[in-house]
């Protein structure tokens, strides 16, 4: 009998050190990220028959360590944390243009109201050098505030790139951790008990929360309970103890968009899934640049060739102090035009002017040449208008004629017709020496003759200019997309956060560790260690009465 | 109700609401820095494009502005001139009423032709004035050419301008006439009546002058010369009126782009400037709400079961 309390209460001994190095396992992870609390479950020991009175307990056993965890939280976390990481890249980037775009020191408005100024200056002084010289040097201000606007969305540019490529990398880390997890909770399962390491697995759930912050995944756990990670549209980006590798390039249209590839492990070729990539930060950046980066870049580039067009026109209708047709103002930069690294190698470079500068529309374009016509897709708008036979060569879309002249079935090109237009804009004028050459009369050889300048001022409030109305209505519309965008990306990202802390609030009240509950079970353990340890030196004290008694 | 709350959980949750505490003191602080409440096109986008549209608007009225009185300066000018050379030419009628009217001899013709020469002089160097910004007043396009060829000892007044106008913007789609070419103001067309003019001939003042001066230094008064000048008082007369209706147009216009411009600039105050009352109670409130957040925190923190055990 008194060896049976003997052997009861060290169980107890045991199973209390036990629950107080779990409650202190707790304690030392009280800021430990994506750990779960763990508590000791206690289980009753197998009881000893005694004949016709029953059985006699036999102490108490740690039955398991048990991680407080909830499947369905977890997951809710994972799509919040994707949600949210999407939302805050894109705030961060849309903000920065929002920061700069209004901003009078530095857009275009101020500068194109002191060069329509500086026309009418000329209105009322038409052969005065020195108002003429004016006339240039507000001119190269303007040009300057295109440049510096079109300079500073492509820092953006680079950064959104840079940020991309460090997501890939990170979600490549991530991947192969996770795979390499996957293997280690095998592992532990398989050499301890069935549940396997809990802090393993609390590993892998903050790595697989990592990896959402990066992009959107779906999980589903095998029968093995590896982890199979997939993005949002199906691509397996681990499965079990293998991961594919993402890669980040512009291979297909060389200086053209980076796209997201997928390797699949032992896999040579790669495949494009650029389209498929949703949520977290990576969808985040493909959002920012699709939605934001590209439209405005476009549009500053358009209302800038556009503006240079019509005045270089008019001023070349026009006669200078000379008595010549005055000179153009402004170089009207080029479109852009970029053939896929995979067309035939007799395909010649193809012709994309700008016919119509009041019809463009700010949109690049792809083309793709099939056996049964050119198939153009505008990007912005998804919009995709198909032309002719295989012999259709030559055809015109929003203001910009297309020369397909020497292409083959399966060539592509990717076409921005305004990309590079603000950056590339010069002021083709010397400011001292050029002054001269500015058409401000409307016929040939008389000096004081206005009526061009005065056309040329019109060209200010002229509501047909562009698609938009005259050139500032066009970049108001832009400074007002931009305030929308933002606008409702702050109040989403700001509901997005709020979000996920409540449902991180949610998850701590299950998996975190309150430190006073901590603080009540060290109370209890201690005391039923100590209890525990009273018994036995109760059943001493019991052995040596009888030990006495028998001497 | 939550149930259970971890410490971590509490902590976090406590430091957000102060970040976003401070992040709303931010904002508050730099718009009373900046002294406008529209800081990013995001604040409020309608806001923001109507401000950049009112902005552009009243641009280009100071530009109407300028260009209003850059004008006024052109006609006002013209008008002081015609002024002048119409107080010549009425001394030279004058001059021509005593030639004809008095019992005159030849000496006292040709010395009031001397006279009248003189007056051509001054005429003719009126004609040819320059503007502030060293065009010709009367040369029409041709504003660096001198526009009247020819002296009081010749005649011969010929010009070398030609018959253009110029415009000015002085408001929306509001194009002035600020200048008018000499052809237009000092060109008289002889009536049908007079026996010595080419039918419908026309003929500018300075030469009608001459042609006076010419007929009383050769003793051959001729009635119709006072007829001329009589008419050329006229020419004068209109084109001064002209140009005076004009001056009225830019008055007009200026007291016109001023009401617009205080409406504009009144609507851009309250579209874009802060309410400082309001921005200050603002600040009160949130620093009020921050400092409550601290406290909170502080008194939460220091809440530890293990301070008892």
């Known amino acids: 009998m008194s060896v049976g309390a003997l052997d009861t209460a060290v169980s107890g001994l045991l199973a209390f050190q036990q629950s107080l190095a779990t409650t202190s396992h707790n304690i030392s992870n009280v800021n430990t990220e994506g750990y779960s609390r763990q508590r000791a479950e206690l289980v009753t020991r197998p009881a000893i028959s005694i004949g016709a009175a029953g059985y006699l307990g036999n102490g108490v056993r740690v039955a398991l360590i048990e991680r407080t965890f909830d499947d369905f939280l977890t997951a809710q976390l994972n799509a919040s944390t994707a949600a949210a990481g999407q939302l805050k890249a894109y705030n961060e980037l849309i903000s920065e243009i929002d920061n700069f775009i209004a901003d009078p020191d530095a857009s275009v408005p101020n500068a194109m109201q002191n060069f329509f100024g500086s026309i009418h200056d000329l209105v009322n002084d038409p052969s005065s050098i020195t108002v003429r010289q004016a006339l240039l040097s507000s001119a190269r201000t303007l040009v300057g505030r295109f440049t510096t606007i079109s300079t500073q969305l492509d820092e953006i540019r680079d950064k959104t790139n840079r940020a991309m490529t460090d997501s890939v990398a990170l979600i490549n880390a991530l991947t192969a951790n996770l795979a390499e997890l996957n293997q280690r909770v095998l592992d532990s399962r398989q050499t301890g008990s069935g549940t396997g390491s809990n802090d393993l697995q609390d590993q892998r759930d903050l790595a697989l929360s990592k990896l959402a912050e990066q992009v959107d995944v779906q999980l589903i756990v095998d029968n093995l309970g590896n982890y199979n990670v997939l993005t949002s549209t199906g691509q397996a980006l681990v499965m079990a103890s293998v991961s594919n590798e993402l890669g980040l390039t512009a291979a297909r249209f060389p200086g053209g968009p980076l796209e997201v590839m997928l390797t699949p492990f032992g896999s040579k070729a790669s495949i494009n899934i650029s389209n498929q990539v949703a949520g977290g930060a990576l969808g985040g950046y493909r959002q920012f640049i699709d939605e934001v980066l590209n439209p405005v870049q476009n549009d500053v580039g358009r209302i800038a060739v556009a503006f240079a067009h019509q005045i270089n026109q008019q001023l070349q209708t026009g006669f200078d102090l000379n008595g010549n047709p005055g000179a153009a103002m402004f170089s009207e930069p080029p479109t852009t035009v970029i053939a896929s690294a995979n067309n035939a190698a007799t395909t010649p470079p193809i012709g994309v002017t700008i016919g119509n500068h009041a019809a463009l529309t700010g949109s690049d374009y792809q083309i793709n040449v099939t056996a049964t016509g050119t198939v153009v897709m505008n990007l912005r708008t998804q919009q995709v208008s198909q032309f002719g036979g295989a012999a259709s060569v030559q055809f015109s879309l929003d203001g910009l004629d297309f020369d397909l002249t020497g292409t083959s079935v399966g060539d592509s090109f990717l076409i921005q017709p305004t990309r590079s237009a603000a950056s590339g804009l010069t002021l083709e004028l010397d400011v001292i020496n050029g002054a001269a050459q500015i058409g401000a009369a409307a016929s040939a050889g008389a000096v004081g003759d206005n009526a061009n300048a005065l056309l040329l001022a019109g060209l200010q409030t002229l509501k047909t200019s562009l698609k938009q109305g005259s050139y500032e209505d066009a970049y108001n519309e832009v400074v007002g997309r931009v305030g929308v965008l933002t606008q409702s990306s702050n109040t989403d990202s700001k509901a997005q956060r709020k979000l996920l802390e409540v449902v991180k609030a949610q998850r701590d009240a299950v998996s975190g560790v309150n430190l006073d509950e901590e603080a009540a079970n060290l109370i209890t353990f201690q005391q039923a260690y100590q209890a525990s340890a009273q018994v036995i030196s109760i059943v001493r004290t019991t052995f040596d009465a009888l030990i006495a008694a028998v001497k | ?309």
């Open chain 2, 1 to 309: 109700m939550r149930i259970r709350i971890s410490t971590l959980g509490m902590a976090n949750q406590t430091i957000n609401s102060m970040l976003n505490q401070h992040s709303q003191i931010a904002n508050t602080q730099e718009q009373l820095a900046l002294g406008v409440k529209l800081v990013r096109p995001s604040d409020s986008p309608p806001a923001a494009v109507r401000a950049l549209i009112l902005d552009e608007s009243l641009k280009q009225k100071e530009q109407y502005q300028a260009n209003i009185d850059m004008a006024r300066g052109r006609l006002a000018q013209e008008e002081t001139v015609l002024d002048s050379i119409g107080d010549v030419l009425l001394r030279v009628h004058d001059l021509g009423v005593q030639s004809l009217n008095a019992p005159l001899g030849a000496s006292d013709r040709d010395a009031i032709a001397g006279e009248m020469r003189h007056l051509l002089g001054e005429i003719g160097n009126l004609a040819n004035t320059t503007t502030a910004t060293g065009e010709y007043l009367f040369a029409g396009l041709q504003s660096k050419t001198k526009p009247y060829s020819g002296d009081p000892t010749n005649g011969a007044y010929t010009y070398n301008g030609d018959s253009g106008r110029r415009h000015t913007a002085i408001g929306s789609g509001y194009n002035l006439n600020d200048n008018d070419p000499g052809d237009a103001v000092f060109t008289v067309v002889a009536p049908a009546t007079d026996p010595n003019a080419a039918p419908a001939a026309a003929e500018n003042i300075m030469n009608l002058v001459f042609q006076f001066a010419e007929h009383l230094s050769a003793d051959q008064p001729d009635t119709y010369d006072l007829a001329r000048i009589q008419q050329s008082l006229e020419a004068i007369s209109t084109a001064r009126s002209s140009a005076g209706a004009r001056l009225a147009a830019l008055d007009q216009q200026e007291t016109l782009t001023a009401k617009l411009t205080t409406d504009e600039k009144s609507l851009l105050s309250q579209t874009r400037d802060l309410d400082y009352t309001e921005a200050i109670s603002r600040l009160n409130q949130e620093t009020t709400a921050l400092q409550a957040a601290q406290q909170a925190y502080s008194k939460v923190q220091k809440l530890s079961l293990f301070n008892y055990l």
